[in-house]
Every structure is written in structure tokens, then in C-alpha cells.
Nanobody, 122 residues
Framework: QVQLVESGGGLVQAGGSLRLSCAAS????????MGWFRQAPGKEREFVAG????????YYAESVKGRFTISRDNAKNTVYLQMNRLKPEDTAIYYC???????????????WGQGTQVIVSS
């Protein structure tokens, strides 16, 4: 059983930056692909970024490509999401997720964190 705890959310002005962290425990972190997803009010949950077990492969949604960077530190059991040039439409609850397989579909991820709120003001 893997537990995931996100942190780093908050209120930021458009154009600003935030770095989200997701700390994992209870499993072999380096065995899991990790993903970041987000859900805005009234919208479906959507894929944001994913990273493979070693960090050698990363994937991004088109809407965040070039602005967000996913990374991981297997020694610290932590995955990060660096978010730059934030836009009001990035406002959402951000969730990290873990699974043995890397993908863009939320339903395939076995473990989820509780989420962290990001609000981008215009």
C-alpha cells in the first residue's frame, strides 16, 4: 500500500510559479510510475504530467507543455511538479498518483494523494 501526500499548493498571481511536491511512503517508490492530474471546479479530472520509474521518460498535456516540469528524486521518495508562467486556467486541485505503469488515463492509477489546491489570480 502506497501513501501519497501532496504539498506546495497556494495562491499565486498569473505569470508566477509554484512547485508541488508529492511524498510517497509504504512502497518501493522507484517501482512506480508517477503522474500529476488536476481537477478544476465543474470539470473532469485531467492528466497534467507523468514520469517513468527512473525519470528517463516524461509526458505532458499540451496545455502545460513548456511551462510545467515533472521530476522525481527516488532517494527522497518524492515527485515534483514545477509550474512556471501560471495562468488562471491552471486553477485546480492537483493530485499525484502512482502505478506500476505509466499512462495518461487516471483510472489506471492505483494510488492517489488527497490533492493540493492551486489558485492562480488574474
Amino acid at each position: 500500500q502506497v501513501q501519497l501526500v501532496e504539498s506546495g499548493g497556494g495562491l499565486v498571481q498569473a505569470g508566477g510559479s509554484l512547485r508541488l511536491s508529492c511524498a510517497a511512503s509504504g512502497g518501493t517508490f522507484s517501482s512506480y510510475a508517477m503522474g500529476w492530474f488536476r481537477q478544476a471546479p465543474g470539470k473532469e479530472r485531467e492528466f497534467v504530467a507523468g514520469i517513468s520509474w527512473t525519470g528517463g521518460s516524461t509526458y505532458y498535456a499540451e496545455s502545460v507543455k513548456g511551462r510545467f516540469t515533472i521530476s522525481r528524486d527516488n532517494a527522497k521518495n518524492t515527485v515534483y511538479l514545477q509550474m512556471n508562467r501560471l495562468k488562471p486556467e491552471d486553477t485546480a486541485i492537483y493530485y499525484c498518483a502512482a502505478d506500476r505503469h505509466l499512462g495518461r488515463v487516471g483510472a489506471m492509477y492505483e494510488y492517489w494523494g488527497q490533492g493540493t489546491q492551486v489558485i492562480v489570480s488574474s
